[in-house]
């Protein structure tokens, strides 16, 4: 079943659940530079179309057949782990003119990539993109080394139009996702014991102070955890999407 939680009922003037052809729930919101349209296709996987362009985050053949997706302009790849670098699926998503931007420990697995560091920020295909650190300071294996250490993941802030998004990645809410400013939209992940808990997801959203925040990548994790401790931020729309 769709879950849809509303803080705020005036962002329905610019956003609202569509259901696409393809079986993905899809949303559009309005900027100042046309319609992005966000398809949702589960745990970390994203497509944003904006202005022609096709922009796959963290593409993924466990969840959809990427010969029948359109093929890339930008894909976005937050970190190593198989769930968000599948090599099958840039193969069959690149072409010659594609962009991969990763970060440095990714660098190896795909030829041709564009590496970004955490802290940089790059134009590419007219979009501004910003890497964020993305790393686990709690959440550890047991024997001590965090699922995600720092300086190896990224988030990323794609500025569409007048609408800054933001894809945290793996991780928790840190010193640098908190300092972010002028986001629009936060895709924000929520499962243990690899990312942040609800409580963790509230207290960065209440940080960044985003106007539509999605949980996602949230496994069996109990989304109406987040929506109760979310009532109280009025300026924020929670938006429950399917990204089990």
Not at 33 to 44: E, S
Not at 180 to 208: C, R, S
Request: glycine share 8%; charged share 25%.
């Amino acid at each position: 079943m769709k879950k849809l939680y509303l803080l705020a009922p005036f962002f329905m003037l610019f956003f609202g659940l569509e259901a696409a052809a393809n079986g993905f729930e899809t949303d559009t919101i309005k900027t100042t530079a046309g319609d992005l349209k966000i398809t949702f296709i589960g745990h970390g996987t994203l497509i944003f179309v904006f202005g022609g362009k096709v922009i796959h985050v963290d593409p993924w053949t466990k969840l959809a057949d990427y010969s029948k997706m359109p093929k890339a302009d930008v894909i976005l790849i937050t970190h190593g782990h198989r769930d968000h670098l599948d090599v099958k699926a840039l193969e069959t998503l690149r072409t010659e003119k594609t962009a991969v931007i990763l970060p440095e420990i990714c660098a190896g697995s795909i030829e041709g990539g564009m590496v970004m560091h955490n802290g940089d920020v790059d134009i590419v295909e007219a979009l501004k993109i910003e890497a964020v650190p993305a790393y686990n300071m709690v959440h550890m294996r047991s024997e001590g080394r965090p699922f995600h250490p720092k300086g190896e993941g990224n988030g990323y802030v794609i500025t569409f139009g007048d609408k800054r998004v933001y894809v945290a990645g793996d991780t928790e809410n840190t010193p640098e996702m908190k300092n972010l400013k002028d986001i629009h939209v936060a895709f924000l992940p929520m499962n243990l014991p690899y990312t942040m808990t609800p409580e963790m997801v509230t207290a960065a959203a209440k940080a960044i102070k985003p106007k539509v925040l999605y949980p996602y990548h949230y496994g069996n994790t109990d989304t109406s955890k987040l929506i109760d401790l979310m009532k109280g931020s009025k300026d924020i729309q929670v938006c429950i999407r399917k990204m089990t």
